[in-house]
């Protein structure tokens, strides 16, 4: 099977240079064993990744790291990036072997792949300024609604402790000050193997929150 360069082009608003580049980004091992998407795909996935990172930077200056890192999971991750390639069309032009079957959106890898594997021949072809123009239209939509949702120190720090313990923080409830309308209570909480760290509130979740904020700082985990 060959490419229809023309329609390609027509379909990405392109000129291309290299015609053997974007084949092979767009040829699936089911087709070729040697000559196939994958080192282009691995190219196209750091050259993505790059461009949106300086993106998230420059659009999110007064975001720390962790927020940061959450939104640009979002927009390299498979779903995305499949979505993408369906989008722009590739599920028309990527060359399967004889007996796979169609590409529809259900195929998730292989338009990932696909959509990384285009990036890095475009890269190639066009260079990194052309690059980053091309990356930053076909995600434009997605830079624009890459909203996370921010947990709450509680539930990030029960993620944190079953994710690597296997096992529910300990929060303890050791004494409350004050009138009865107007109280503060105090309390203390602890994972596996950690000291306990104490929190104050004017309400027992709000002295939750207040020490599971304390440990997480303490463990470094934003």
Request: charged share 30%; proline share 2%.
């Amino acid at each position: 099977m060959k490419i229809n360069i023309s329609n390609l082009e027509n379909k990405l608003k392109i000129k291309i240079k290299n015609i053997s580049l974007y084949t092979e980004a767009l040829t699936h091992k089911s087709a070729n064993i040697e000559k196939n998407n994958e080192k282009l795909e691995f190219l196209g996935d750091r050259v993505i990744g790059l461009i949106l990172s300086k993106k998230l930077y420059d659009l999110y200056p007064n975001e720390n790291e962790g927020i940061l890192d959450k939104r640009f999971s979002k927009l390299v991750n498979k779903k995305t990036c499949c979505n993408i390639g369906w989008l722009m069309g590739l599920q028309n032009f990527i060359i399967l072997s004889d007996t796979k079957k169609k590409i529809t959106r259900k195929d998730e890898k292989i338009l990932s792949d696909a959509c990384e594997a285009l990036i890095g021949a475009v890269y190639i072809d066009k260079g990194f300024n052309f690059a980053i123009e091309f990356v930053e239209k076909l995600w434009k939509s997605h830079l624009n609604s890459s909203n996370v949702t921010i947990l709450d120190p509680k539930t990030r720090l029960q993620e944190y402790s079953l994710k690597k313990f296997k096992k529910l923080p300990i929060y303890k409830l050791l004494n409350s000050k004050g009138p009865r309308h107007n109280p503060t209570f105090k309390i203390s909480v602890s994972i596996y193997e950690s000291k306990e760290f104490f929190g104050m509130g004017k309400s027992i979740q709000k002295a939750e929150q207040n020490g599971a904020y304390k440990l997480l700082k303490n463990i470094k985990i934003d």
